[in-house]
T-cell receptor, first 117, second 112 residues
Framework: EAGVVQSPRYKIIEKKQPVAFWCNPI?????LYWYLQNLGQGPELLIR????????DSQLPKDRFSAERLKGVDSTLKIQPAELGDSAVYLC???????????????FGPGTRLTVL | GQNIDQPTEMTATEGAIVQINCTYQ??????LFWYQQHAGEAPTFLSY????GLEEKGRFSSFLSRSKGYSYLLLKELQMKDSASYLC?????????????FGRGTQLTVWP
């Protein structure tokens, strides 16, 4: 079974440029998450989708960040314009649902390492 | 929100046992996860505790005490490949049900 797929793996851009990241979750997983991870820190949630609905986006900086999951499968996270402080690893994860209980752990993709110059 | 604390770094030798502690303060608790993350790679799931006690899975075990806001991950028979960051994460019970709050991770180095 394929895991969570993300692309690109690495991206280098100049500040003020736009950038987009793509994620394809594990087949059958209804819940999709975007996290930001700074060096030496744990992942921090940016947004969570239940199918195509964003149900937890309170930590997404909406002035420059946007996300979509139009058909409830793959998702795109965009930054426009990028700032120096956006340099980080952007992780995508998926789970069967966001409910509690066993068997609902989150599976992470390899991430996109963004460098803003 | 959550306040999760774990040591920044630990070292141990091959074949030894190491215990990584995690303490948390939460407004609503609904489970604790441990993840392993090798440098430059994705976090991978290790264990899940929602009730008090010990969960054993091969060389790895995880313990939870909800009354103390405390968990530990126990790694036995350490191998070089266990060198990684170990992330403690608490799941929220409130309005953001399902949200995971991660600690900053404990970087474990295993020496030969």
């Amino acid at each position: 079974e394929a895991g969570v797929v993300q692309s690109p793996r690495y991206k280098i851009i100049e500040k003020k440029q736009p950038v987009a990241f793509w994620c394809n979750p594990i087949s059958g997983h209804n819940t999709l998450y975007w996290y930001l991870q700074n060096l030496g820190q744990g992942p921090e949630l940016l947004i969570r989708y239940e199918n195509e609905e964003a149900v937890d986006d309170s930590q997404l900086p909406k002035d420059r960040f946007s996300a979509e999951r139009l058909k409830g499968v793959d998702s795109t996270l965009k930054i426009q314009p990028a700032e120096l402080g956006d340099s980080a690893v952007y992780l995508c994860a998926s789970s069967l649902t966001s409910g509690t209980g066993w068997g609902n752990e989150q599976f992470f993709g390899p991430g996109t390492r963004l460098t803003v110059l | 929100g959550q306040n999760i604390d774990q040591p920044t770094e630990m070292t141990a030798t091959e074949g030894a046992i190491v215990q990584i502690n995690c303490t948390y303060q939460t407004s609503g608790f609904n489970g604790l996860f441990w993840y392993q993350q090798h440098a430059g790679e994705a976090p991978t799931f290790l264990s899940y505790n929602v009730l008090d006690g010990l969960e054993e899975k091969g060389r790895f075990s995880s313990f939870l005490s909800r009354s103390k806001g405390y968990s530990y991950l126990l790694l036995k028979e350490l191998q070089m490949k266990d060198s990684a960051s170990y992330l403690c994460a608490v799941r929220d019970r409130g309005s953001t049900l399902g949200r995971l709050y991660f600690g900053r991770g404990t970087q474990l180095t295993v020496w030969p």
